[in-house]
């Protein structure tokens, strides 16, 4: 008697007594499996399956765990430069042995099913605890505004004077209203050209409206 069964993707035609080298089963050596894709029974009365020969089954014991000869894998591209590339491989393949041949009676035998490595249930892992997120680092406060030197006075009751002209005016050295009162020409002029004022000092008025400031 003999039988057609497939595993792996492949159909085998075996016979008691046969060994021969599959793809990878989830199996340990010394085992009992059984194969229940089963296409055809060959003997006395052969029987075809449509597709498989129900409650047929071929039953065989794992003789090891092996890997198959490497194959070479070259590929070359002509028009990449003239690159190369060599890789090698050896298949994880199961030797088993055949034992038994059953026409009928397969779901009653009890015997382990063969399956394939790539498709068994894995155990399943606990999870492990997520890390904890590094707690984040506060984002570094701008640097404040640079304070008025003591004895400054508060620019900002010149008209036209808002913070970043008074910034300006303290970088240039400008703290009190006296000195914006005792300005000649030649020094509106300089600090017209020299802040980009165009103008503002005579056009607001800053020298006057100083003297009356510096009073008070």
Partial sequence: MFAVLKTGGKQYKVQSGDVLSIEKLAADAGETVQFNDV??????TAMVGSPLVAGAAVQAEVLDQIKG?????????????????????RQQLTVVKITDILASGADATGVKAAMGAA??????????????????KAAPKKAAAAAAP?????????SGVGPALEKKLLA?????????AA???AEIAEFDEKLSFKGRI???????????LAKG
């Fill in 150 to 158: 003591a004895g400054a006075d508060d620019l900002k009751k010149l």
């Fill in 202 to 212: 005579e056009r607001e008025g800053w020298v006057e409206q100083a003297k009356e």
């Fill in 39 to 44: 296409l055809m029974i060959g003997g006395e």
């Fill in 172 to 180: 240039a050295g400008v703290t009190t209203f006296a000195q914006i």
């Fill in 69 to 89: 000869p490497k194959t070479i894998n070259f590929k070359r591209r002509r028009r990449k430069h003239s690159s190369k590339r060599t890789k090698g491989h």
């Fill in 119 to 136: 498709s068994a249930p894995k155990a399943e892992v606990a999870a492990a605890p997520a890390p904890k997120a590094a707690p984040k």
């Fill in 183 to 185: 300005w000649t020409e």
